[in-house]
């Protein structure tokens, strides 16, 4: 009898571990789980790598960190550093003047729709006693500076560019993949437009960037892999991929990310116009 109720106690018990709860929860959706972020004074850390592939050869171009302050209507801040895959041994010696200014750091404040960038190649310009230049951005002002004109392009913190990414995504274990347009890209995102070099052509704008994003236990993104084909920015006549990585950490920390002192801003470089100096890479973009 009491081998019997012990097999009964056995079989239940595997059978109640086994079992599916009717009433349990379905996965959140990313995009409610973003949604649960978007809180004045919160935030998320972010690291990410740009590569460029070509010939099956790949190549580090870039590293960037930054956090982004989160409001309920998305990204309203971001402070970001950011160092390109150069050292100053790499700048020829006889390269024009102020361009050892890519082998330095840059940081870029963002606040809404203006930047400030210091360091880096904008920082072999800046006016004596001036440490950042004051910029609205978008193609002509490299609203997310020098390195962030070819990171990262895609913000899943816009709840507008997350639902356009999950309107065609494939679901996949914990992850999305899909494809969508620069051009549907550049409608639903003031990242996209802050950060792309080049104003758009009809041919580019009909360019693919094939991304996945990964979530974790929340739903909450955690890591995003874009890629787009390099000539949409006019790189090179050979075939070139860009890929980028970013991770995504520390959803729900504080964040106040502030304007530089005024006195420490300018809005023109010490150059003949006043404008940031072309770089080879970056010559023949369509600005």
Do not use: C
Not at 192 to 200: G, H, Q, T, V, Y
């Amino acid at each position: 009898m009491k081998r019997t109720l012990a097999g009964l106690a056995l079989t239940t018990a595997a059978a109640l571990l086994t079992a599916t709860p009717a009433h349990a929860a379905a996965p959140t959706d990313p995009a409610k789980a973003l949604k649960r972020q978007l809180v004045a004074g919160k935030g998320v850390t972010f690291t990410d790598v740009t590569k460029i592939n070509e010939g099956g050869h790949s190549l580090v171009y870039g590293r960037r960190t930054g956090t982004l302050q989160l409001a309920p209507s998305g990204p309203v801040a971001a402070d970001i550093t950011g160092k390109l895959a150069i050292n100053a041994s790499d700048i020829p010696e006889d390269a024009p003047e102020g361009m050892s200014g890519l082998a330095k750091p840059e940081h870029v404040i963002r606040i809404k729709n203006t930047s400030y960038i210091s360091g880096g190649l904008v920082g072999e310009f800046l006016p004596e006693g001036k440490t950042w230049l004051k910029t609205t951005g978008g193609p002509d002002g490299l609203g997310m500076g020098m390195t962030g004109s070819i990171s990262q392009i895609v913000n899943i913190t816009e709840p507008g560019t997350l639902k356009a990414l999950l309107a065609t995504a494939k679901p996949s274990r914990g992850a999305y993949s899909g494809t969508i347009t620069i051009g549907a890209l550049n409608k639903v995102s003031p990242w996209f437009r802050a950060s792309w070099p080049a104003k758009l052509t009809v041919k580019t704008a009909k360019a693919k960037i094939t991304w996945k994003l990964g979530v974790d236990g929340r739903s909450l993104p955690q890591r995003l892999t874009v890629s787009y084909d390099g000539t949409a920015l006019g790189v090179g006549k050979s075939r070139v991929s860009v890929v980028i990585d970013t991770r995504y950490t520390g959803w729900g920390a504080k964040a106040a990310i502030q304007a530089p002192p005024a006195d420490q801003v300018t809005t023109k470089l010490s150059t003949e116009d006043g404008a940031v100096p072309e770089v080879p890479f970056l010559s023949g973009t369509g600005r």
